[in-house]
């Protein structure tokens, strides 16, 4: 080195610190392509995971669509039904209260002489 001129060993010098460099931004440029591929590959999971949970809410949407109706027609049967109960029992109290003197009679027959009964239950207060 000592019969070398300055230049060419000042020039070494800057060309062997510019190696060291490119050697440190290399293997910072493989770290962050290796990040960059973790980073891939964990989108991509994320995304197929987002895309079935997307179909599922949609299914889920679906069946809730389909309940929904279904109970809304459950709901028309069951007003429709208790409508007709509360007719059908009108209809029976009218027709008990139509004919109190018949029960009164029956009962007369049927029950014990110191039957409870007062004309409207077998339950005095």
Do not use: M
């Not at 190696?19 to 290399?26: H, L």
């Not at 770290?31 to 179909?55: G, N, P, R, V």
Request: charged share 15%.
């Amino acid at each position: 080195d000592q019969y070398l001129p300055q230049e060419v060993l000042a020039a070494r010098e800057i060309f062997r610190q510019a190696g060291a460099a490119y050697s440190q931004a290399w293997a910072a440029y493989n770290q962050a392509l290796a990040a960059y591929d973790q980073a891939e590959a964990a989108y991509k999971q994320a995304w197929a995971a987002y895309s079935q949970a997307w179909a599922a809410y949609n299914q889920a949407g679906a069946a809730y669509s389909q309940a929904w109706a279904a109970y809304d027609q459950a709901r028309a049967a069951y007003d429709q039904a208790r409508a007709a109960y509360n007719q059908a029992r009108a209809a029976c109290n009218q027709a008990i209260s139509n004919n109190k003197e018949h029960f009164e009679a029956t009962h007369h027959l049927w029950c014990e002489p110191d039957c409870p009964w007062n004309g409207s239950t077998i339950f005095p207060n």
